[in-house]
């Protein structure tokens, strides 16, 4: 089994988490590839030097059935790793050291735990769908992949106007702050602070969501995940710019973007006897009586 292991900079760790992460991969003899800036953390860290042959860069190569990228920090660590797989089409394994967390798999805590299941090839993998986003990204010009969601807000004081079409239909103008489309995975995300529906993981479909729309009878709109989305962006006094999952790009002020379901998609690891429902409560404390 080869752990293809992934974090990045701007973490708080601590040399104890760092030491027990070293701890159990070597426990387990696992072969190792890390990315070139944890590589550096990690000797400056605690003195591990990951030898150069087994450090990797923006991408990751292509890799066997038997390797797993297991990405260290939290839900935006995970996304980035996931931009990084490339061509290589392996499992995903998320270890939470950052807050709320609903794509990692368990905490640092329960490391040696992740790692034994693993090593006994006992934990659970689920296809999770990707959006496929075509349009005005500049200099850009390929299609991009994103795990959560896609989209386009207004950058300054001006107000955005957004286009919604559903395969060739109008659906709605949006004017406001501007619009999210997000994958089931994603509607825990952005998509859930504007305020759109929570999805199980398992579902066929995308929602669109309004941000901040100026005509208040704007809702978010659940649509069958074979829809193709099309979104034309309309701006005045602002600029306005696009976002898949944690990268941002400027884009131009009457751009154009195309959204559907990805050939593509991930496997993504899911907590030992842990369900998306128990999750929702734990991660959101629904049920907590915070009146006493």
């Given at each position: ?77 995970l996304l ?40 006994e090839g ?131 002020p009457e ?38």
């Amino acid at each position: 089994m080869k752990i293809i292991l992934f974090s990045r900079r701007g973490l708080a760790f601590s040399t104890e988490e760092l030491t027990a992460l070293k701890e159990v991969i070597e426990k387990y003899n696992f072969e190792l590839a890390v990315n070139e800036e944890f590589a550096t953390i990690l000797n400056e860290k605690i003195g591990w030097q990951i030898p150069t042959e087994q450090c990797y860069g923006a991408t990751i190569a292509p890799e066997s059935n038997e390797a797993v990228l297991v990405c260290y920090g939290g839900d935006g660590t995970l996304l980035e790793g996931v931009h990084r797989l490339g061509d290589a089409h392996i499992p995903v394994l998320g270890i939470n050291a950052g807050h709320l967390g609903f794509l990692t798999s368990d905490t640092r805590q329960g490391i040696d735990r992740l790692f034994a299941a693993l090593n006994e090839g006992k934990l659970c993998f689920e296809r999770r769908s990707l959006l496929k986003v075509e349009g005005d990204f500049g200099e850009e010009s390929h299609a991009h992949l994103a795990l959560n969601e896609f989209s386009v807000q207004r950058h300054g004081a001006g107000m955005l106007s957004v286009e919604i079409f559903v395969d060739e239909q109008l659906v709605a103008t949006s004017h406001g702050d501007g619009v999210i489309v997000s994958t089931p995975t994603g509607s825990t995300a952005y998509s859930l602070s504007a305020g759109g529906p929570v999805v199980a993981p398992s579902c066929a479909c995308f929602v669109i969501t309004p941000i901040a729309p100026h005509n208040l009878t704007m809702r978010p709109v659940v649509i069958p995940d074979s829809s193709r989305i099309r979104l034309n962006i309309k701006t005045r006094r602002s600029k306005a710019f696009a976002t898949l999952d944690n990268r941002s790009y400027a884009t131009a002020p009457e751009a154009t973007f195309t959204i559907s379901r990805a050939e593509e998609s991930i496997f993504l690891a899911a907590p030992h006897n842990i369900s998306f429902y128990d999750t929702l409560r734990n991660k959101m404390m629904w049920g907590v009586d915070i009146r006493s």
